[in-house]
């Protein structure tokens, strides 16, 4: 397995050099770590592949398109332990996807995939996805004021497009109006962009928080639809904008969630 391990090593940092065409034939593949305070190491038939794997950090894996990671698992830095046994991984060979580390709702880490939308958006409206990766329970997610996306469990999605301009986005229990958990934060819908919003972390470990990620360049016009391989970046305008107010917002929604189930 070392010697596979190796040439799909090789393979990788190969593709690094291809011209752009040839990577748009491949699959875009982001791996994101989304365990808060919890630093990792992601090992692959019995090697380290990635080190010291940071909360928020990202790995492209997009080299590896139709692979099999034999063996992956994901160890508590510098040790033995480990956190999550992935198996025997088949990567996609072509598409756009997201694989996330994160807690399912009872607090137990896990891989979660996304597959990304890339089709295309409508002339002045952008999108808005929501996943809900949080050890928290099923939220209503509030638009200005009106539920957007309901009942929203650990680890769906749900998705819209929305006219370009900024909404007022809340995050209150399920089937109630307060209190809200996260927010109130404004969110910028960008023109042609999907911005994809993580809920991570821990309600009851007072780690709840969110990480972003955005595509752009999907608008009907004039540029042309993501071909699955263009990057998915973390968007820091976005993330100041929008991202950082909802992590203003969430030690004390966290808390008050906390003290209304007490």
Do not use: C
């Not at 597959?115 to 939220?139: F, K, Q, W, Y």
């Not at 200005?144 to 497009?161: H, K, Q, R, Y």
């Not at 007022?168 to 962009?193: M, N, R």
């Amino acid at each position: 397995m070392r010697k596979v391990w190796t040439l799909l090593t090789a393979a990788a940092l190969l593709a690094v050099s291809v011209a752009p065409a040839m990577a748009q034939e491949g699959a875009r593949i982001h791996l994101i770590h989304g365990i808060p305070d919890t630093n990792v190491d992601v090992v692959a038939g019995g090697e380290i592949v990635f080190e010291n794997f940071a909360f928020g950090e990202t790995q492209d894996l997009s080299a590896l398109a139709g692979a099999t990671l034999e063996g992956l698992e994901v160890r508590l830095a510098g040790t033995e332990t480990v956190a999550i046994d992935g198996g025997d991984v088949a990567l996609p060979a072509t598409g756009n996807y997201t694989i996330i580390a994160h807690l399912t709702a009872d607090g137990t880490p896990t891989l979660g995939v996304f597959a990304n939308d890339t089709s295309a958006i409508a002339a002045g409206e952008g999108r808005l996805t929501v996943r809900h990766t949080a050890a928290a329970p099923a939220v209503d997610v509030l638009a200005n004021g009106a539920v957007a996306f309901s009942n929203l469990a650990n680890p769906n999605e749900a998705a819209a497009d929305l006219g370009v301009g900024t909404i007022i986005a809340e995050v209150v229990p399920a089937g109630a109006s307060e209190p809200v958990v996260i927010g109130p934060a404004d969110l910028a819908i960008a023109d042609g962009t999907s911005l994809i919003v993580y809920a991570v972390g821990s309600l009851e470990g007072e780690s709840l928080t969110v990480l972003t990620e955005s595509i752009s360049g999907l608008g009907t016009a004039p540029s042309g639809v993501n071909t699955g391989n263009s990057p998915v970046e973390t968007n820091a305008t976005v993330y100041a904008f929008g991202a950082a107010a909802l992590a203003a917002a969430i030690a004390l929604g966290a808390r008050r969630f906390s003290t209304e189930e007490n």
